[in-house]
């Protein structure tokens, strides 16, 4: 395969993006309105926190000191208790919402982006790695469910309580209620210094110790080859830098947690302290109410509670963001590869294809001075040509690197050249479907992939409605059918995950046979160097040669038998043809092919005389 390049992109944790959180809450599609109802539950919690120390000190203004009637006390306790009952049913539903809205949007936006990942191109998969979309798919999705859901709703609810506190309190007695807010910049601000610094911190530490795993793991696993080479003092050193920055960090996020919650119990206690010695004086000399007195120290106390949490959700947000980048990135992505306009109205979409308008492939396919490179800068075919008749088998020889997986995904269109043009029947292949030509083409890859479900499952692929007969037919006429029968339940065996518990042979000729299903016009052998033993090496090229009859065939082989028996052997070097022609002809010309040829016939020659003796 061909190596990765991949890089991750730096993200902005600085400062708050709206816009990109607003996309991201449009991901939730219809769903939107669970998320509104979820904001309805708790602006009326708020609403109601706001209201309860106001009907304290109804209570003692009114009832305790004032001259309210027995008869007012019973309505006014029912009233209260009929509150409380609805707060606590307003929690509820707020509480479950925010359950069912962590589990659409963890729902939808993988199903989103479950969707997206079927209509990517092939050239996606190449340079992302599937590590990192599972992550996408798993733990940014979660955590950016659960801070939706939890977090962005905390911040409403505390911010609506800060303003219903602060408006009843100015309504009331606004000297007093600016007693209250002019603590509010000041613990904003240290808020805020606190908590990016801890969550930095605490950030900081998680990178350390994802360093240190896989510090570890690479000493475990590389452990002989440490021993040999004496590096043990050196990794010791690098363990114990890593584990005491690591160290260094945690204390530090510890430090400054513990220092913050005492700044703001001693902020609020002077902001009550305040309110008592102002208020207690207007109790005593200017007639204030006791009860807006007691109201204003419960107010105090509540309007902190939030501040604090903003601050913290603020800095969540911030470093969420990267997560939220991501998988917007991902979902964001345009296949790299698209039918024009034209041909979709000809053939449609992948989805939805007319195949009533296929033409019948015949399987003839040319490269006309095709040029092609994966990065610019760095070219990997450089006008390269080639004929091909219907049933021919292209056999492609070469050393690593010299293009000819570059060749079969150009044909496959899993990427399109760069200049020239591709011909199949000698029409452009741009001007039909990628359906179309997928439709026609079976490709084994250089490591069979097989999907978890049974033999037979895997078989039927090739063909969806084939019948049981046709299945067996295939897999007889590809030598499959014999170890199969000899599995546990037969063609009913669970093949595991990816295939897991057959070997690459078995998986390789189960292949064979969804191909030999599938029945295409063109077929695409690309072959791995894999290691079998003689007797499956001969099994499998029985089959190939079987899967072969009857279809335009390119191989990229490393058995000489089947390259012996090509129409055509291309023998590529620097995404350049070398030698090109059939196995006489070469053999004729002394060059590459004939020294390839030559020695891996002598390795033959020595592995069966070493199996004789
Ligand atoms: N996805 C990719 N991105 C960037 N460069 C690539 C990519 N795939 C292949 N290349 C480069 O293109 C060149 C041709 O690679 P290709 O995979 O076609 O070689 P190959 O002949 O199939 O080799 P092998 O025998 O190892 O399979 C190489 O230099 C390779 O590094
Ligand atoms: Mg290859």
Known sequence: MSEIRFQEKEYNTDSLDAGLWKKIINLLGNQKKDLYWLFVFMLLVA?????????????????????????????????????????????????AQSGIVETDFSYYVRKTVFDKLQVLSY??????????????????????????????????????????ITIVMLIVNWKMALLVLVVVPILAYISVWFQTRILKNYRLVRQVNSKITSSFSEGIAGAKTTKTMVLEEQNLEEFNRLTSEMRE?????????????????????????????????????????????????????QFFEPLRQIARLLAELQMA?????????????????????????????ILEPKVENYPVMKGDISFEHVDFNYLPEEPVLVDFNLEVQAGQTIALVGETGSGKSTIVNLLCRFYEPVNGIVKIDGVDYKQRSLGWLHSNLGYVLQAPHLFSGTVKENIQYGRMEASMEEIMDAAKLVNAHDFIMKLEKGYDTDVGEGGGRLSTGEKQLICFARAVLADPKLFILDEATASIDTETEKVIQDAIDKVLVNRTSFVVAHRLSTIVNADVILV???GRILEKGNHDALMKLKGYYYRLYTNQFNENLQKELLKQK
């Open 321 to 349: 963001q990267a997560s939220a980048e991501r998988v917007l990135s991902l979902l964001e992505e345009e296949p790299a590869i698209v039918d024009s306009d034209e041909v979709i109205a000809q053939y449609g979409t």
């Open 123 to 164: 050239s996606y998969y190449d340079k992302t790695p599937t590590g990192w979309i599972m992550a996408r798919m798993t733990s940014d999705v979660g955590r950016l469910a659960e801070i939706i859901a939890w977090s962005l709703v905390d911040m409403v609810w505390g911010l609506t309580v800060m303003v219903g």
């Open 47 to 95: 609403v109601l926190d706001v209201v309860f120390p106001y009907l304290n000190k109804i209570a003692i203004d009114y009832f305790a000191i004032g001259k309210g009637t027995q008869g007012q006390l019973i309505g006014f306790g029912v009233g209260y208790l009929v509150l409380l009952a609805v707060q606590a049913f307003f929690v509820f539903k707020f509480i």
């Open 572 to 574: 590529m070097k620097n």
């Open 249 to 301: 960090k945690a204390i530090r996020a510890a430090i400054l947690s513990s220092l913050f919650m005492p700044i703001v119990i001693g902020l609020s206690a002077v902001s009550t302290g305040a309110i008592l010695w102002y208020g207690g004086n207007q109790v005593l000399f200017y007639g204030l109410e006791f009860g807006t007195l007691m109201m204003f120290t419960q107010y105090a106390n």
